[in-house]
């Protein structure tokens, strides 16, 4: 097997072991699996620990674990959102590993470049709503993006 399809079989194996819906006996087998392939899975909250869980993941009352995650980083940045709630929404976010504090040596600048090509992004984007667009660029012509 080439590194390349070892990895994408890894990731599945993965990826069941974090599914809801895989029984126990075949997570446990992916487990196994894993093992004999030298990797590892990580069996905390998160689906991987890059920030993220994989596409449709579900939480023990059925949403979507992205999108209430989303919501928490959302509420940081809503001004209409009281100083508890965002207490509240860092909490949860640092629990589950979001680094919420821009990282050491990122300046203003720097980081307003970055939003600025996520919003970029955003409007090449054949899955991104036109509602979405419209937003991006709005935001855009707001911030000296276009």
């Known amino acids: 097997?080439?590194?390349?399809?070892?990895?994408?079989?890894?990731?599945?194996?993965?990826?069941?072991?974090?599914?809801?819906?895989?029984?126990?006996?075949?997570?446990?087998?992916?487990?196994?699996?894993?093992?004999?392939m030298g990797a590892s899975v990580d069996t905390g909250s998160r689906g991987n620990n890059n920030g993220s869980y994989p596409t449709g993941t579900t939480d023990e009352t059925g949403r979507e674990t992205n999108r209430v995650l989303g919501g928490y980083k959302a509420t940081l940045h809503n001004p209409r959102t009281s100083?508890?709630?965002?207490?509240?929404?860092?909490?949860?976010?640092?629990?589950?590993?979001?680094?919420?504090?821009?990282?050491?040596?990122?300046?203003?600048?720097?980081?307003?470049?970055r939003v600025n090509a996520g919003y970029k992004a955003a409007l090449h984007n054949p899955r991104v709503s036109e509602e979405a667009k419209q937003h991006a660029r709005e935001y855009l012509e707001q911030h000296g993006g276009l």
């Open 83 to 113: 100083e508890g709630a965002k207490q509240h929404a860092r909490e949860i976010l640092e629990a589950d590993g979001y680094q919420i504090e821009r990282p050491e040596g990122v300046t203003e600048d720097e980081h307003q470049k």
């Open 1 to 36: 097997m080439s590194g390349h399809d070892e990895k994408r079989v890894a990731a599945g194996l993965k990826a069941a072991i974090h599914n809801p819906n895989v029984s126990e006996e075949a997570k446990e087998r992916a487990q196994e699996r894993l093992e004999n």
